[in-house]
């Protein structure tokens, strides 16, 4: 009998050691850095499994860490069905589909070794990284400015929304279109500059969009046939500053990160016409965007001055790195 109970005690400590051994494998890193110096990733998004994706807004192309990885590695080739600056990507299950915004950002000085090519939302096939369409954004009369595709959100109905920085526009791309609508408009986004950056959308089906230069977080109600209602500047509890990625959170909330001077990760509730801002974390050097992976929100923490300031760019940026911070109950 005491062989027994010692065979069962040794039993259970080595699943229990099995166990613990699988929760620290499943464990997410504390960082993933991006390889290089040269890609200056600007958004990030996640699938369901965990797998992490970020896009290259110098390198034109995409980068992918498997659940982990703390380091990611080249996946969609440089120029791949056409793929220009990379900036706002959203991975989205539903349809496997992996939505890339892609922009010939020659303007700002940025020439990718494939080519400059016109604005536009690359879709690719999430599991494989196959091309398999893209949408050019219609042009942009407002200030004679291109149209600059920022972010992506999406409905449940499979509904693309984007945010279309210089022209001041939320286009619309619905399931099998081939072309984009322009869903929502509001004079007080008629700003030279980039302005619309972040767009979320939360289970009401409201959108959501920040603003990057300036102050200001919108809901854009959805009325019942579909079309854009009442645009809403909500009060904030704070000003905002250079707000940038916008990912929902639950039924009322949403998490964002501002840059570059503030460096925070910040979760927003919404009530009513309000919106209080709690910072979550700061620090940072200069946050672009978020992706939750379960219980964890990974940052992506690229200061783009080494990119565009004259004064940081004969200098080496430090890593390209998303950083996990623990999600708030």
Request: a neutral charge.
């Amino acid at each position: 009998m005491r062989a027994f109970h010692r065979a069962l005690r040794s039993s259970v400590f080595i699943s229990a050691l099995a166990g613990l051994c699988s929760a620290a494998a499943a464990a997410p890193p504390a960082t993933v850095t991006v390889p290089g110096t040269t890609d200056f990733p600007e958004s990030m998004t996640a699938s369901a499994d965990g797998t992490l994706y970020f896009s290259s807004m110098a390198g034109g192309r995409i980068f992918r860490a498997p659940p982990g990885a703390a380091e990611a590695s080249d996946w969609i080739r440089q120029g791949a069905g056409g793929l220009s600056s990379a900036l706002g990507v959203l991975a989205d299950d539903k349809s496997n589909t992996l939505f890339v915004c892609s922009n010939d950002m020659s303007f700002a000085g940025l020439a990718i070794p494939t080519g400059n090519k016109p604005t536009s939302l690359k879709i690719f096939d999430l599991k494989t990284g196959a091309a398999k369409d893209s949408v050019a954004l219609p042009s942009a009369a407002l200030l004679g400015q291109s149209p600059l595709c920022n972010d992506i959100a999406v409905a449940a109905d499979g509904t693309a929304y984007v945010t279309d920085s210089l022209g001041g526009r939320i286009l619309r791309l619905k399931p099998g279109a081939r072309e984009f609508e322009v869903w929502a408009h509001d004079a007080r986004w008629d700003v030279k500059g980039p302005q619309l950056d972040g767009i979320a959308v939360l289970p009401d089906g409201a959108v959501y969009a920040n603003i990057f230069q300036g102050n200001g977080l919108y809901r854009v109600a959805v009325n019942a046939d579909g079309s854009a209602g009442t645009v809403t500047r909500l009060q904030t509890s704070r000003p905002l500053f250079h707000s940038d990625g916008l990912r929902a959170f639950g039924p009322n909330r949403l998490l964002m990160v501002e840059g570059e001077t503030k460096g925070t990760l910040d979760l927003i509730t919404v009530s009513g016409d309000s919106a209080n801002i709690d910072t979550v974390k700061a620090g940072f050097e200069g946050p672009v965007s978020l992706a939750q992976v379960g219980d964890t929100v990974y940052v992506l923490d690229v200061p783009l001055k080494y990119l565009f300031d004259p004064d940081f760019r004969k200098r080496s940026p430090p890593p390209f790195r998303a950083e996990a911070v623990k999600l708030p109950q």
